[in-house]
């Protein structure tokens, strides 16, 4: 008997699953589990996604539900790893505790780079592998080198086809090849979903504002969301939208919603908060939003794609700067909203749904950002990236690259090669300290 483990941390992620099993993407026969992970800090007081509302409807695809939590408590489940002599202990334990027996087990999980994940795929060593990915991170590059005895058993990575003709580069070091799960059965699950939801704002055609909690990650400050947040407001304002409807990060402070809420009263806008937890395509469903706006949002092309809505974005160039390492996870999912949907400051192209770059240009743009994140992992790809810039020099190009990125793998775009000691160089980083200091000292003498 085969035994089925499907694992997910997101109800977006459980909603997929039960997509590409309505579908047929899973063989139909043999026991399904569905594993439930808390990836939240603190875990024992954030609610887990089988304890959120619209669950139930999705609990009919699976046999049992288990909680990784539980069953490896006290350890976090991205915070922990077992040895590699302890695995044998390990499955020992776990096919006890979730009755597997004998069975042979299949793994469908997210985020095959990092733990749980990879726990999952080292503790059933030899076990198939279907990576499953729900948003935009799926058309980067692998975040880290996976050991080759778990990446050669990846199958096949399952993905929403979010922006359709970009082909997602996760796994392709292995060669493994990249599924579609079919939008009209992800769209019929999350109708599912907007059936049973209750609490939801009763507004028509609202704008709706996503919010993300980015100072959370360490990318923006707590001051500097505030402010995205209010941008997006009077962003949506300025084109005429009267009633507005913010979705916050269930994570996020209550501060973000009073600057919001005092911004509307001076603008005169009708400003609504959904403190529901319901995912972003529920008010998609429910309010059909005259536009969507956000920063780098996977809904926002969820909106787009499956559900034909007007969207804009808000904050990317910022994040581009502010992004780092080069290499952050992020950066991909920023550069396909930064460079295929409208500015929200740019009311022609929000208003005409102009997409920034076709497709094939975008692919292009993508593989050459997946390269300059990941040269050792995705090194094939270097010969198309020198080409691709050696062709794009211009400034709506290599806002997506540093130039000291570009200079440290000697790509076009870099500092020119008889130049390129000088970041290295201390004598002359000492001399330009020293000519800072004194225009630093002349302009105070002066004021």
């Not at 539980?70 to 979730?98: I, K, M, N, Q, Y």
């Not at 208003?351 to 094939?360: I, K, L, S």
């Amino acid at each position: 008997m085969t035994t089925r483990i499907f694992q997910a941390s997101t109800l977006y992620g459980a909603a997929t699953l039960a997509a590409a099993l309505d579908a047929g993407c899973f063989d139909s026969t043999g026991r399904r589990i569905l594993l439930v992970c808390n990836n939240a800090a603190t875990p024992e007081t954030t609610p887990g996604l089988d304890s959120m509302p619209g669950f139930a409807r999705l609990r009919d695809r699976f046999d049992d539900v288990v909680s990784y939590n539980e069953t490896f408590f006290p350890f976090h489940p991205g915070g922990w790893s077992p040895r590699a002599d302890e695995l044998p202990l390990w499955e020992r334990f776990v096919r006890h505790e979730w009755r597997l027996g004998d069975d042979d087990v299949e793994l469908a999980v997210e985020s095959i780079q990092v733990d749980p994940s990879l726990t999952l795929a080292r503790i059933f060593t030899g076990a198939p592998v279907t990576v499953y990915a729900d948003g935009l991170m799926s058309y980067g590059p692998t975040r880290n080198k996976i050991d080759p005895l778990v990446g050669t058993r990846v199958d096949r990575v399952l993905h929403v086809d979010l922006v359709p003709g970009l082909a997602p580069l996760l796994l392709t070091e292995f060669g493994v090849p990249a599924e579609v799960v079919p939008a009209p059965a992800l769209t019929k699950v999350l109708a599912s979903l907007a059936d049973g939801a209750d609490g939801l704002p009763d507004v028509e055609e609202p704008a709706l504002l996503l919010g993300q909690y980015l100072s959370a990650l360490g990318i923006l400050s707590p001051d500097e969301e505030d402010a995205l947040h209010l941008r997006m407001l009077r962003g949506v304002v300025a084109l005429g939208h009267e009633r507005v409807v913010f979705k916050p990060h269930p994570s996020a402070p209550a501060r973000f919603t009073r600057s919001l809420e005092e911004e509307a009263g001076r603008l005169g806008a009708e400003l609504v908060v959904c403190d529901t937890p319901v995912l972003a395509e529920v008010l998609f469903q429910r309010t059909r939003p005259a536009l969507v706006a956000g920063c780098f949002s996977t809904a926002l092309l969820t909106a787009s794609a499956l559900y034909g809505l007007p969207v804009a974005r808000v904050g990317t160039d910022l994040l581009l700067e502010r992004l780092t390492p080069y290499e952050n996870s992020n950066r991909v999912p920023v550069t396909i909203v930064d460079a295929l949907l409208p500015a929200l400051e740019d009311p022609a192209a929000t208003a005409e749904r102009r997409p920034g770059r076709d497709v094939e240009a975008l692919g292009a743009l993508v593989r050459a950002v997946g390269f300059a994140m990941q040269p050792k992992i995705l090194p094939g790809l270097r010969a198309e990236t020198e080409r691709y810039l050696a062709a794009h020099q211009g400034e709506d190009t290599l806002r997506y690259f540093k130039r000291r990125r570009l200079t440290s793998l000697g790509l076009p775009g870099g500092l020119p090669a008889q130049l390129s000691f000088i970041p290295r160089n201390a004598t002359v980083r000492r001399v330009a300290r020293r000519a800072r200091d004194l225009r630093r000292s002349a302009r105070e003498g002066a004021s």
